[in-house]
């Protein structure tokens, strides 16, 4: 997963809703949507706003325009990092993503103009679900090298990992611009159409990069991801095993195959393909929030999915996947004061997923704070509220809530709030 998540796509309506049931729990263990559903939870975890088409022209002029005068630094004498490049090629090879992200940033001040460095290192902190840091390293990789379609194909798959699809399909455009045959490029801009919700762009371009390179693991990826979000999952088990197959070194495409091996029931695969990747990468975020939840939820491993959710929120402190799933798994557990200050954590952030501010109030109204849900609940309505695609369901059940602790409100999306208040915590995004 370019964690990924949160993983956000939607089919017909969006599939961020009702991941966790206090009432239903131990049905979704036989349900593989529902699984499905936990996969987007990190696969896509803010909803996209403004349609894509409306932007691309203009961000692609202001990417060309800025080609024109971005130039690469000129490297100073210094010592050959040749060496320390070799060992890091054999940490990636190996799939020890973590420690060969540590030695590609040991040699980057050594290394100024080597694009190669530049984009593995965006590529590991994708990986490892570093986002912010990912998107700033793919700045520094264009500057290596503005004339790299490369270059530019990991810029798009790091803005899409920071939710910024329409800027990450112009800069795919720009690489294809640079070389109008990249299938990698063609790959990620699928990935950003995905989450821009486009289906119908995504599938046209996933098709376009197999006619130019079949044998390329990023489009065997995509392509799996496409067929999942379809609900196609032994197609999706197959592009991903294609994918895994060609690139077995890649941490994100091990976790995503797992998704799928879960939803179809294969519970001891998908363990081991997690297990598989923390041996070697213990830090993945990824890793750890899917260990934590085919814990739970396939297992009934409580204890160690909490172990493992607990270690992703240690690494990450500001990690609202994990933070999010682990005031869920506090809630489960019946510790909603735990839970309360999970969700704090979490708001702390500046996540602006109204899921998260329902799930808050939940765990707030669990202890008798009516004042502090309703603060919450107001501002999550008014975010879910002015979203391009209002989940109705939630703000239903916002409304109700808040009727229910005596807040002065018409509600609009709930006729009957007796009925439609049921305390289920949301999907869960990262």
Known sequence: MYLKTPKRYRVGHKPKRHLFSLRWLWLWILTPIILFLGWQVYER????????????????NSAQSGLSTVTAPTPLPTVDPGQQIAQANDAWAA??????????????????????????????????????????????????????????AIRALALDRNNRPAEAIASALQA???????????????????????????????????????????????????????????????????????????????????????????????????????????QNRDALYMMSYVSSFAFGERE????????CVQIDPQNRACLSFKGALLM?????????????????SGTTNPAHFLSAAQAHLAIGECNAAVTLLEEGYEIERDSAAPDTNRLATMESLMVQCGADISPVFSDDAEATAEADLEGEGG
């Open 95 to 152: 799939g020890a993503i973590e420690e060969a992200l540590q030695k590609y940033q040991a040699v980057l001040e050594n290394a100024p103009n080597d694009v190669d460095v530049h984009y593995r290192v965006t590529f590991g902190l994708i990986m490892e679900g570093r986002s912010a840091e990912a998107l700033e390293m793919a700045e520094r990789t264009v500057t290596a090298n503005p004339f790299s379609s490369d270059a530019w």
């Open 176 to 282: 294809l611009s640079i070389d109008p045959n990249s299938a990698r490029s063609l790959a990620f801009m699928a990935e950003a159409y995905l989450d821009a919700n486009r289906p119908e762009l995504a599938q046209a371009t996933v098709d376009r990069a197999l006619a130019l390179d079949p044998d390329s693991f990023e489009v065997n990826y995509v392509s799996g991801l496409v067929l999942f979000s379809q609900f196609s999952l032994l197609e999706a088990q197959a592009a991903f095993r294609t994918a895994l197959e060609i690139a077995p070194n890649l941490p994100y495409i091990a976790i995503d195959l797992a998704w799928v091996e879960l939803a179809l029931e294969n519970y001891e695969r998908a363990r081991e393909l997690v297990l598989d990747v923390l041996e070697l990468n213990p």
């Open 332 to 348: 489960l557990a019946g510790d909603a004061q735990g839970a309360v200050s999970t969700y704090q954590q979490l708001i702390r």
């Open 45 to 60: 975890r803010d909803e996209f706003g403004p349609p894509v088409q409306s932007f691309v022209d203009n961000l692609v």
């Open 304 to 311: 160690q999915a909490m172990e493992y959710i607990d270690r």
